[in-house]
């Protein structure tokens, strides 16, 4: 009890009622270690964030530990579970984890909490130290002793976080003269897959896949001041692998290469582009047909003796070349998105195509936020300013020989918005006009196409027509 509050007094920003509840939890370690027949631990925050001190232990029979480790750090490299426990409240379960003796662990860690202030952790740990030694083959042929070859290894795995990020990896070391030194099961794998039969004791030069050289390496470390990482993907026959090689300078110790096999990976971005190409393309053809059916209106169009008829035909065909126009966009773009103006800007072009026989000079005004639409929202967002455009032309600009169309689009937190607005003649809003084929299309695609809602505003200025619909669709 008088050597935790000693250590926690020194060591830590604990309040005295942190502390007493440390000591209540603490009488209970040894318990918990019979309990899980395990090493017990509690560990509080330091002062410095990136360390814990360890105030308390549980020993099991047969400990892996030969001294108390009571009044030592825990540090974040070493045992990031704890750490992470500490500052989080998150619990950790086989967490691997390096001791303060240099032995591997995986640990389970809890937090211990005073009201909802995180105040300590309780550690449980078991050994792997011989889960790390059958992963890790380590040769002894006498240029060091077996112990401080597994010392070596305990400090490349710590202090390069391999054991925690790379074990789906093939990992060698190789020693000053190039001769490897230390690989893991995984590195026999892939060699073993390529023809390989024994790679204990081989050069860099014979294992290296992309025929890079050790002389190169010397030099490469050479003109560098640090130590020094490469990463590269390379292709050989019919497989592709991912290597990062970490070039070290020192004694005996020259390249930690770490090689990933990452064929299925690559075959399957391969798929993935091969179906985006397909897509583009069903898109492209989209456009093409709905062009062609927007031709066979207009020759329909011309042959009809009906103005009304023609009016009706050449509506359609300005709502079909909206349509067309948004596949041609997904067309020339791999991803699911596309720039709102892109898509606006396209409608207007073809709006000013269809209306080029009108005897007056519109002028429209495109301006705002730019951001990106998803494709299910796309062909919708394009009829509803078509329709808006189109109304303009019909009905706006009546007895005027100029007139001007404003597009603003509005980025907002949590919606978009759009408003299509002219300085025409307007009308009157009271009367509804429901039950015009454009006004409906535009309501109901913005309801039930985009989930959102619309305002009207008009008088003998001109009219504004504004709706807005939010980011994600529920």
């Known amino acids: 009890m008088n050597k935790i509050k000693e250590l926690c007094n020194i060591y830590t920003n604990l309040t005295d ?7 209540e939890v603490s009488s209970s370690i040894e318990l918990i270690a019979n309990l899980e027949e395990c090493d017990a631990f509690i560990d509080v925050p330091s002062k410095n964030p990136e360390e814990a001190i360890v105030v308390s232990e549980g020993r099991k029979k047969e400990s892996i530990y030969t001294n108390s480790v009571v009044g ?35 640990q389970k860690v809890y937090p211990i909490y005073n009201k909802e202030k995180i105040i300590g952790v309780i550690i449980v740990e078991d050994d792997i130290s011989n889960e790390i030694k059958e992963d890790f083959t380590i040769p002894n042929d006498g240029s060091k002793s077996k112990r401080q070859k597994t010392h070596q290894l305990m400090n490349l795995i710590n ?50 896949l992309d025929n890079t050289l050790f002389t190169n390496i010397n030099k490469i470390l ?16 019919n497989f592709y692998y991912g290597i990062k090689r970490i070039l070290i300078k020192e004694e005996d110790l020259r390249v930690i290469e770490i090689v990933q096999d990452i064929t299925d990976i690559k075959n399957k971005e391969a798929e993935i582009i091969s179906k985006s190409v397909a897509i583009r393309e069903i898109h492209h053809r989209v456009k093409n047909n709905l062009q062609t059916v927007a031709s066979l209106l207009r020759i329909q169009g011309r042959r009809c003796d009906s103005e009304e008829a023609k009016v009706s035909l050449q509506e359609s065909v300005n709502r079909i070349l909206a349509i067309a126009a948004t596949h041609e966009l997904l067309s020339k773009d791999i991803s699911d998105e596309v720039k709102i103006m892109k898509v606006i800007n396209a409608i207007v072009d073809n709006a000013k195509r269809c209306f080029l026989n009108i005897q007056k000079e519109i002028n429209i005004e495109v301006s705002g936020d730019d951001f990106y639409i998803d494709t299910d929202r796309i062909t919708a967002i394009s009829l509803i300013i078509n329709e808006l455009i189109q109304n303009c032309y019909d009905h706006a600009f009546n007895h005027r020989e100029c007139g001007t169309i404003k597009i603003i689009v509005t980025e907002q937190e949590e919606f978009r918005e759009i408003s299509v607005a002219d300085d025409g003649v307007g009308f009157d809003t009271s009367i509804d006009k429901s039950s015009s084929l454009g006004m409906s299309i535009v309501k109901n695609y913005v309801s039930d196409k985009l989930k959102g809602d619309i305002d009207i505003f008009s008088n003998d200025e001109g009219t504004r027509i504004k709706f807005r619909f939010p980011i994600k669709l529920e």
């Not at 009622?17 to 000591?23: A, P, R, S």
């Open 17 to 23: 009622e942190d502390v007493n509840k440390i000591i």
């Open 222 to 237: 050479e003109i560098t001041e640090d130590n020094k990482v490469i990463t590269k993907e390379i292709k050989v026959g």
């Open 72 to 106: 030592k750090k825990a540090l974040r490299i070493n045992e990031p579970g704890v750490i992470r426990t500490l500052k989080t409240g998150e619990v950790f379960k086989g967490v691997r984890a390096l001791t303060q003796e240099n032995r591997f662990v995986r």
């Open 159 to 208: 202090s390069n976080r391999l054991i925690n990020d790379n074990l789906e990896s093939a990992i060698l070391v190789y020693d000053e003269n190039g001769i490897l030194r230390i690989k893991n099961r995984k590195a026999d794998m892939i060699y073993i897959g390529r023809g390989y039969n024994e790679l204990e004791g081989m050069h860099y030069d014979d294992l290296s």
